[in-house]
């Protein structure tokens, strides 16, 4: 099948085509001949490739209205197009006798995927917190906009947007191929029941291989044409998997011999998802990569590649404009900031290690189900999922002692300082990746999920059914999307060889208590010509399996201040200094030439973790339908009415967590919800069968 897939808010209207005769600027930043044909493509009145009239067509994301989630303007990556082929072979034989049920069975698929993603500008602009100095606005944003609450509450213009920090850079046009000569599953089970016991077990044998496939990719604005493969960038020989051996085993005990109650186990084992990329990008050297630079909106200083000496990112009155285009809301070549990956979009040389192999899941189940009366049984059930071996990309050539420690002044209600690591400049450049297994055997990784449900479900008179439980999962998890609580500090000591990753690595260090949902649904007719009625009532615990409701703070390499509301005298004392750059005052002040891994930034740093002592609001949902069916001869007709959301509850479905304190919300759109459920809908549908 082939087909496209569009990233949210992109809308293909809206995508320029790319210049002809691009012009690269491979290491930014680069200083065109002012008044040059590359300085003028460049500008409002330029290619709209670029941007356009106050930057309209390049995609935008933004703290201060708290678009941080979903930007807007063009798409925040532009067009992805997708095209997949896949063809699957499944055969199976079963053998049944008196006490035996026997079943034999294989499957096998192959399949291929070639991937093309292009963008506007092949950027994406950030913005922060700050109010935008030059008084650029979103021209959408009215005053009834929850975006709008801080400006109106400042006295600002509704749609003032944030000011300028970082662009977040693409190797676009990124194009990739990889297929899947064979991904092949055998298995045998059986199913022997013993009196009043039935036993179930069985194995399954998995073997897989994949490939990426070579050839050249176009020159983007920020990386140029390369060859990949024979004469080019060596292509790897991708390990294959397997074969991996699977055991199942259950077991059912009728307890009173009567069938109404049986006592269940189960230890499974599961390889982890293979799938046609999932092994292939690692050792892809076509990498799809994105990369966050320096930019303020404001043309460097060719000398040093930073703002010119006694220029203020957010009072840029003073700043030096020799290209004319500070404060417009575009990104061009002289305003963008070094690189921290001389090899950007080009995968580093990875190794296979002769270890590496498959991770997999552990499950264990233990339950009880009793009938009630007929018709009605209720059910209980514990579970718990390990994750083993999880992959890693070692950089044998870093470790925790290339980097410098410093401290920074925590921001209120916190109090205190936290260290801050920053990566040895030449410790930075060598790279030398090796793929393999964080084994679990030394207790360096852990990842597991608990779960308990108890639930019902049953036939009533009359012809209705209903069913419902309540359930307690970890926190961020469930049953069905896999992840638990995790401990991978050893994990991220392998893979990110980077301290300030540390903070809070394990999961079970702090509190992590269970969260609770319920959910009662039924369906019954009624005595009135021949209608039948349905609902659906659940209370979630509020977010999606893995969401991490935390506090974070954004620390960049140079513009970062102690300023408020987060830093007042109260609690700016010592080396903190009020006004002065974050990073630079805690080195002594001296700039820092690097932020963690990064020349602009350490992302976000966390001040509170996910999934301990804050968490989304639950939220409830109440569905109900009422439907009825009507025979004409050979056709028959279901005419339905649905309302769905019916109590019009806006939960959020995601939200915002940075900048945010439990002092409460200190940033006007801190917490808010990015995206909430779609309110009350009615719906009125026909279906005919014949």
Known sequence: MNGE?????????????????????????????????????????????????????????????????????????????????????????????????????????????????????NLVQLYGDDANPFGNTADFITASFPQAEQNLADGLAVGLIGAPEQVRIYNDPATRHNTLPYEFGFYLQDSWTIDRLTINYGARVDIAKTEVMGGASPQGRFVPSTLFGPGGIELLDIPKW????????????????????????????????????????????????????????????????????????????????????????????????????????????????????????????????????????????????????????????????????????????YVGTAPVYNIDGAAAALVDELVNNLVDADGSYRNRYTGFELSFQGRLQGGGTVFGGWSMDSPGTSWFSGGGVTDNCGLVREEQDDPNQQRFCDGFAY???????????????????????????????????????RETQQITRTTTSYSAPFYTADNCTGDCVLGAPIMTTANGGVTVPRIGTSTSQIGDYVLLPGNSVKFPPYWTQLDASLAKTFDFGRVRWEVMAQGFNLMNVGFEQNYRSSRSTAAGRQSSVAEYARQIFNGRIMRLSTTARW
């Open 242 to 413: 397997g074969p991996d051996f699977s055991p199942r085993f259950s077991l059912a005990y009728d307890l009173r011999g009567d069938g109404r109650t049986a006592l269940k186990l189960g230890m499974n084992r599961y390889p982890a998802a293979y799938g046609l990329s999932s092994l292939a990008n690692i050792f892809q050297p076509r990498q799809r990569a994105q990369e966050n630079r320096l930019w303020n909106d404001i043309a460097l200083d060719q000398a040093t590649g930073l703002l010119p000496a006694g220029c203020s990112r957010l009072s840029p009155g003073g700043c030096a404009n020799p290209y004319g285009t500070n404060g417009d809301n575009i990104a061009q070549d002289w305003e963008i900031g070094a690189t921290s990956n001389d090899g950007f979009g080009i995968r580093s040389v990875n190794a296979p290690s002769v270890d590496l192999h498959r991770g997999y899941n552990d499950l264990f189940t233990v339950g009880i189900q009793q009938e009630v009366r007929p018709g009605l049984s209720v059910s209980a059930e514990f579970r718990r999922r390990w994750v083993r071996d999880p992959q890693k990309s070692d950089n044998v050539l870093r470790n925790f002692s290339d980097f410098s420690q410093v401290a920074y002044t925590l921001p209120a209600p």
């Open 511 to 549: 509190p992590t208590p269970y969260r609770h949902e319920f959910k009662i649904s039924g369906s019954y007719p009624l005595p009135w010509w021949d209608l039948r009625a349905a609902g659906t009532f659940l209370s979630n615990a509020g977010g999606y399996a893995g969401d991490q409701f």
């Open 5 to 121: 897939v569009y990233p949210i808010g992109y809308q293909p209207e809206v995508e320029q085509t790319l210049p002809t005769g691009l012009v690269g600027c491979f290491t930014t930043p680069c200083f065109p001949a002012v008044g040059s044909a590359q300085h003028n493509i460049q500008t409002g009145t330029g290619d709209p490739w670029y941007g356009g009239p106050q930057g309209v067509w390049t995609g935008k994301l933004d703290e201060r209205l708290g678009y941080s989630g979903r930007g807007y303007g063009s798409a925040s990556r532009g067009s992805t197009v997708n095209s997949p082929f896949k063809q699957n072979i499944i055969g199976s034989l079963s053998y049944v006798t008196g006490s035996h049920n026997v079943k034999v069975g294989f499957e096998q698929s192959w399949s291929w995927e070639k991937t093309a993603r292009n963008s506007n500008a």
